[in-house]
């Protein structure tokens, strides 16, 4: 039992190590792509390539050396790390090509974590292959370590955020790291002192051959599963990030789901509800629907995204549950099964990643996944009908309601929704009769979605793109033009020619910047802006004044160009350099700036890493000495003032801010700003002439400054106004 055990802590050790520097690294990796919200999925990308490359290594090991002779092979290869990562310091930089976001961040990945992360990738197959070759009395069901592995990967993912993020820095937790890859080596030398396999690991490969092949069935079964299940949480993942913002805590919840349903599933006593199988075609019906709600922004963001995450969790269930019972009996098609599920894996996870955001410019993932996880439905159920003319008029039906509900629903009702679901449910219901059904409607729907989207959606886009930066969405309504980025506003301007000079929205003349701009309209000469939304900024331009916006994404400078004035009206020199806010500034050369203004947002909120001591110390050096560093920090759930003023005040800045009152029109809006200056002249007007309030660093006690190598972001999220949404939602 004891020795049974080691196997055990192997497993468990491996597959935390792996999900840990998952989740470092990807942390290290968003400052350098801009956080961009596919750095996550392609991270995801490459861990399912190398888990892929691993699975495929230990099967052909396996088949060709032996079980035993393999194992000695293995521990050898777990030395070879010791040459790279973490066997030296790891250090991520972009490679500065001109290629696409996903392939920069795979090459990355492979030439830093990739040897190790291959080893890792590797040792859960070999523990379940070594334990099913062992005299051990479990070799029965090494299945069940697959469970262990996946326990491990799951107390990764929590204790991460809650623990390792809040208390250690980037380089603390890399050396401790470090030292647990160590630990895993001398633990699993001693197992392979110990715990010796039988004969048959040792039998010729004349022998394996002659073992029954894996059926044609099982192998596509196993990786649509594995191909779907990867999909549906990656679309989840990429739906939360685009409308609320790139964070490493919403990127935990959807993965960490998604292998809780291993966890649930792959083990001794598997646990899942039986309704998970016998209503799997509502299960995929419903969350093709709440995909059509989600697009209409019916419910407040935290409703949805609490559905969102049941709806995942369910199809993940469904996944996991298809998967194990399909599981061979034979041990030596063990290898197999994982190999063809990884394979899955890495094709659904290259869909969503690689080829999606260029194909589509709506955010369909999701939808897809679904109908890759249908796909596998045909082969749950090869005795059933075929597509007959009945279930093709079933199908026309239900879409011809698709069109006719946001009609006269386009708003939340309770009794409306129920409605919706419960058509959906007897429908699905029906399809589910038919072997092709399911997957005929959800292609056939997929295929009428750009005619039945006005339907749903509140604004028909005037232009719409999607790149690895954002989903872009230019809509015009009520004579105003703005901009969207998911379903965050990024700018607007009135249409009307003898108007459209006017700043709008965040940037009016009555919100803080623009009082501020205004004020010292003599004294503000040079002007650096992080981030050109729609240059709502250059209406501040004027003759003898140069504006120099820094762009991470160039689609959004031809947006700017080509569907809004504001730059080309501008009276002054108006500049955009393009690239990373951070890199560009720090690169720059020429006159200091009177006034920078950080407003890049990603989503619903700036990227984190240029809110850090290290940036500011960067602003600060490009910065005359009367100039003020303006930071734009409007937003949903998170509060960044108290990060700010402990940042200023560490690096001796006079530190305020203002939130903006909504003045009586639908072009002003609310904004927060907070302002950062190392003039005592400019602090004293900021508060006297202008009402800004100051901020004491000392007021935020429980608050640690941002840096390079630490940001925690679970204090700043305002957990009081997503409980007012749960409160104040009225489900009738």
């Not at 419903?286 to 407040?300: D, H, K, N, V, Y």
């Not at 004020?519 to 501040?540: D, H, N, P, Q």
Request: glycine share 8%; aromatic share 16%; net charge positive.
């Amino acid at each position: 039992m004891r020795r049974f055990w080691l196997l055990g802590i192997i497993t468990f050790l491996s597959a935390f190590l792996m999900f840990q520097i998952e989740l470092i690294t990807a942390k290290k990796f968003l400052p350098v792509y801009g956080g961009s919200y596919l750095v996550w999925g392609a991270c995801m990308v490459f861990f399912q390539a190398a888990l892929l490359l691993g699975y495929v290594a230990a099967h052909y090991g396996t088949k060709f050396l032996g079980a035993g002779r393999y194992l000695r092979w293995h521990l050898v290869l777990m030395l070879v790390p010791f040459l790279f990562f973490p066997g030296r310091p790891l250090h991520v930089e972009s490679t500065h090509w001109n290629i696409p976001l996903s392939m920069d961040v795979f090459f990355r990945l492979a030439v830093t974590i990739g040897p190790v992360f291959f080893v890792l990738a590797t040792v859960s197959l070999v523990t379940q292959m070594w334990l099913g070759h062992s005299r051990l009395k479990r070799e029965s069901n090494p299945y069940f370590l697959y469970g262990i592995s996946n326990i491990g990967s799951f107390l990764a993912l929590f204790t991460y955020p809650f623990l390792f993020e809040r208390y250690l820095t980037l380089t603390q937790q890399l050396t401790i790291w470090r030292g647990l890859y160590g630990i895993l080596f001398l633990v699993t030398a001693a197992a392979f002192l110990i715990i010796k396999t039988g004969r048959r690991a040792e039998v010729v490969h004349e022998e394996k051959t002659a073992r029954a092949s894996l059926s044609r069935d099982d192998v596509i079964r196993w990786f649509l599963l594995g191909a779907g299940g990867v999909m549906v949480f990656l679309g989840v993942n990429n739906i939360i990030t685009m409308k609320i913002a790139p964070l490493l805590l919403l990127w935990i919840i959807p993965l960490g789901l998604y292998l809780l349903a291993y966890v649930l599933n792959f083990k001794r006593r598997p646990w899942c509800p039986a309704w998970i199988d016998t209503q799997s075609h509502s299960l995929i019906g419903f969350g093709f629907l709440f995909f059509l709600i989600s697009a209409q922004r019916t419910l407040p963001m935290p409703i949805e995204l609490l559905l969102m995450l049941v709806i995942l969790f369910g199809l993940c269930m469904y996944c996991q549950r298809r998967l194990y019972r399909s599981r061979p009996d034979d041990q030596e098609q063990l290898t197999a099964f994982y190999v063809v599920m990884s394979l899955g894996g890495f094709a659904g996870g290259m869909i969503v990643t690689w080829i999606v955001p260029l194909i589509f410019t709506d955010i369909l993932e999701f939808w897809i996944g679904l109908i890759v996880i249908s796909l596998a439905y045909i082969w749950e159920v090869p005795r059933r009908r075929g597509l007959a003319p009945y279930f093709i008029r079933v199908s026309l039906v239900f879409m011809a309601m698709l069109v006719v509900w946001p009609i006269f629903c386009k708003s939340y009702n309770f009794w409306a929704f129920i409605l919706l679901f419960f058509s959906g449910w007897m429908v699905f219901r029906r399809l589910a009769e038919s072997r092709f059904g399911l997957s005929f409607f959800l292609i056939a729907a997929l295929c009428l979605w750009p005619s039945i989207e006005p339907f749903w959606t509140k604004e028909v886009p005037v232009y719409r793109e999607r790149n690895f930066y954002g989903s872009y969405d230019v809509v015009d309504k009520r004579g105003v033009r703005t901009l969207y980025n998911g379903d965050t506003l990024h700018g607007a301007q009135v249409l009307a020619p003898r108007f459209r000079h006017i700043p709008t929205t965040y940037y009016s003349r009555g919100t803080p910047v623009g009082k501020l701009i205004e004020r010292e309209g003599r004294s503000f000469k040079r002007m650096g802006i992080a981030g050109l939304g729609v240059g709502t900024l250059a209406a501040y331009s004027k003759a003898g004044r140069v504006i120099d916006f820094y762009e991470l994404d160039p689609d959004i400078a031809r947006i700017a160009r080509k569907y809004f004035t504001y730059l080309s009206d501008a009276q002054g020199k108006v500049n955009i350099i393009f690239g990373d806010a951070r890199l560009s500034v720090e690169r720059r050369k020429g006159k200091p700036y009177d006034l920078i203004v950080v407003d890049t947002f990603g989503s619903d909120a700036i990227p984190f890493h240029l809110l850090t001591k290290e940036m500011v110390r960067i602003y600060r050096k490009n910065l005359t000495d009367n100039g003020v560093l303006l930071f734009h920090i409007t937003n949903r759930y998170l509060r960044l003032d108290p990060i700010l003023a402990r940042v200023g005040g560490a690096l001796g800045a006079d530190v305020s801010s203002q939130r903006g009152a909504a003045l009586n029109t639908d072009l002003t809006l609310h904004t927060a700003w907070v302002a950062m200056t190392w003039s005592q002249k400019q602090a004293r007007l900021l508060r006297s002439d202008l009402g800004w309030v100051p901020l004491n660093e000392n007021s935020y006690p429980g608050v640690r400054p941002w840096t390079d190598d630490y940001i925690y972001v679970l204090p700043v999220i305002e957990t009081g106004k997503v409980l007012k949404v749960f409160k104040d939602f009225k489900i009738f």
